[in-house]
């Protein structure tokens, strides 16, 4: 989830929260002033019935005819049941049907006075009046109709209301942070595109003092140090490989010269031609980190050609068979492959050579048999390397570092090597888009699979 996304999100939640705590609050508020304002006019109504019965002088005929014309419209259903000091009925609004009642209440009633309950319905409001000398219990009952239709009402205005502000929240919330965050968009966008190739742009930096200037700032600044830090280490890796070339090359020809003399001991013969490959290996390693040198990885693409690998390996292994002229390859090319394939990829050439010297070389190394098989098969995809030899495989737990720098198997412990070979291998594939895998299908048998995609 993106910062923008997660922002919004968080503040929506937060609003959102806050504002049904708001309306939760409001509906409660609602009720209890509904309640309190019905249990008033209930009291109202009940000092009324109270005052009729002091100024009356004929209560029980004077009563159907002062009720009808008194009737509170906002008390719906009401009823009132007037009781005499003996808890008789005396009077009751109810005509049409049996009149029933709690006795239970009106004995509360000796102890309280007052008596109101809302959990019944209809609600009761009761209470215990000493009018002329008499005691009277006096009972009304009623809906409240009109607060609840109110809060019904209010219910689904806070509900809709919070639904629509919830939406609306959520869209501003977002639509906002993106404004806010569209600057660190567009940094972010012109961080993506500085590369290696590529150090010396700056990241324009506007106007201001917020955050997100100040980060432009430290960016140009690291920039401009990792840029001094690359140069100096290209600058270096170059003129070393360069100056390191010319006495490497000196050392290779006088000591092929002296080899050519009759006069050495085989053992001293033997000394000299470990030393030429040692020399020759050296020189190697110095033409391919020179190479390096000259090619980026954001770059290198537009550098590339149309190259046949079949010609890059029989190149490879010509100049593998100078140095090692016992080295036999055997070039296949798979029964998958389809008829009108090209067997070409774009690339550098002089790089791959790099790559198949070093794998040719591998072969003719550490094989007990001085041999490589070679199988090429290409699909529509793709275009794939087999480069197989027989002799002592790597242990599962050393092909992991396989291709680390420096690192080599313990197959290699009494063979002489800078264990860069294959570290050079991969980084060369990698700027091809290509990939290296090793496997050991059999017993003895070691297979470097050069997969390109097409």
């Known amino acids: 989830m993106s910062l923008k996304r997660k922002i919004a999100l968080n503040l929506s939640i937060a609003f959102s929260l806050l504002f049904g705590i708001v309306m939760v609050v409001i509906y409660m508020s609602f009720n209890d002033f509904r309640r309190d304002e019905f249990r008033e006019r209930f009291r109202q109504r009940l000092e009324f019935t109270t005052h009729f019965i002091s100024k009356s002088k004929n209560f029980e005929e004077e009563a159907p005819i002062f009720f009808n014309e008194n009737s509170d419209n906002i008390l719906l259903n009401e009823t009132i ?49 000493t009018i002329k000398g008499q005691n009277y219990y006096i009972l009304t009952k009623a809906f409240d109709t009109n607060g609840k239709s109110k809060l019904a009402y209010l219910k689904y205005l806070l509900i809709t209301a919070y639904v629509m502000s919830t939406l609306l929240i959520g869209f501003f919330s977002y639509y906002f942070m993106g404004q806010f965050l569209r600057p660190l968009e567009e940094l972010n966008k012109e961080i993506s595109e500085v590369t290696a190739h590529k150090l010396t742009t700056q990241i324009p930096v506007q106007q201001s003092n917020d955050e997100i200037s100040v980060l432009a700032n430290s960016f140009n600044t690291m920039i401009i140090r990792l840029n001094d830090v690359f140069q100096s280490q290209k600058d270096f890796t170059a003129s070393a490989s360069h100056e390191i070339r010319t006495p490497i090359t000196r050392m290779a020809f006088q000591l092929e010269n002296l080899i050519k003399l009759e006069q050495h001991s085989p053992d001293t013969l033997s000394s000299l031609k470990q030393i030429l490959q040692d020399v020759y290996q050296l020189s190697d390693l110095t033409n391919s980190l020179l190479l390096l040198t000259k090619f980026d990885k954001e770059n290198i693409q537009s550098l590339y050609e149309e190259v046949r690998i079949d010609e890059v390996i029989f190149e490879s292994f010509e100049i593998v068979e100078k140095s090692y002229p016992n080295l036999k390859m055997d070039f296949l090319i798979s029964e998958d492959t389809s008829e009108n394939a090209f067997l070409t990829i774009n690339g550098i050439q002089s790089l791959l050579d790099i790559v198949f010297i070093n794998l040719l070389k591998n072969a003719a190394i550490y094989s007990y048999d001085t041999r490589a098989d070679v199988l090429i098969t290409e699909t529509a995809s793709e275009v794939k390397i087999d480069v197989i030899s027989h002799g002592d495989t790597i242990p599962a737990e050393e092909q992991a570092k396989l291709f680390e720098a420096f690192a080599r198997g313990s197959n290699a412990q009494n063979i002489s090597g800078s264990g860069l070979g294959l570290r050079i291998v991969k980084r060369i594939l990698e700027y091809h888009g290509a990939r290296i895998i090793y496997s050991s299908p059999s017993t003895n048998t070691n297979k470097f699979s050069v997969i390109f995609k097409k």
Request: no cysteine; charged share 35%.
């Open 81 to 129: 049941l007037i009781f005499n000091a003996r808890k008789e009925l005396i009077y009751s609004t109810i005509k049409d049907r049996n009149v029933s009642w709690d006795n239970s209440l009106l004995q509360e009633l000796d102890e309280k006075k007052v008596i109101y309950s809302e959990k019944t319905v209809p609600e009761i409001y009761a209470a215990l009046r």
